[in-house]
């Protein structure tokens, strides 16, 4: 993806200065909008490859800018990060239902910024790439899973999943959300004739985990149910 063109969207001057500036120095082409309005008009226009939004906008407000362009067949893969205000657990939340791909909280270094945008254009990359040769996949933040070529990607680096690793995740971001008992994966994953005993399930996730970079205290993905089993969460 040549010099990919971005679309910051924020009525803080001050912070478009930022963002455009550290953007600009990593060879991106950068777009700016200061108010609703004029950055669903400068969507329609230019089709940028990912877009920085506000929430808190003059006109139009993020959350219903990002509803607006993901409910246009024409706009809605375009990748959205959304820039929240600390404290603003309740918006996030919605913007992530509304369609939001990912989020960034104020304030915010210009590397982790920088770092979310590209994470996000090397996943738009391999989805594009996927989905050209008719293949389904999940995407949760810079985790990508493609069952069908029993690949996953964390960003554009391959993980080296076992093959019992690799069903256990696509079970689970199948299904986000949703616990699972240790009992059921047992089943689902090894069959009604496995001799084995459910320690098997925590060894395997444990595992997974490890690959994932995820911690059991602070789950990125795979968070333990106490006394149940596990689910897949989005995570922090």
Known sequence: MPNPKILVVDDETYIVELVKFNLEKEGYRVLVAYDGVSALEMVRAEYPD??????????????????????????????????????????????????????????????????????????????????????????VKDLIVIPEKYEAFMGEDKLELTPKEFDLLSLMVAHQGKVFTRETLLEKIWGYEFSGDTRTVDVHIRHLRQKLKDDSNYPNYIETVRGVGYRFVEGK
Do not use: H, W
């Not at 067949?73 to 309740?90: N, V």
């Not at 770092?115 to 996949?137: C, D, P, Q, T, Y």
């Open 50 to 139: 990912l877009i920085l939004l506000d929430i808190m906008l003059p006109s139009i407000d993020g959350l219903e800018v990002c509803r607006t362009l993901k409910q246009e067949s024409s706009t809605s893969s375009i990748p959205i990060i959304m820039l929240t205000a600390k404290g603003e657990e309740f918006d996030t939340v919605l913007g992530l239902e509304m369609g939001a791909d990912d989020y960034i909280k104020k304030p915010f270094s210009p590397r982790e910024m920088v770092a979310r945008v590209k994470a996000r254009l090397r996943a738009l990359k391999i989805l594009e790439a996927e989905k050209a040769l008719g293949n389904k996949s999940f995407v």
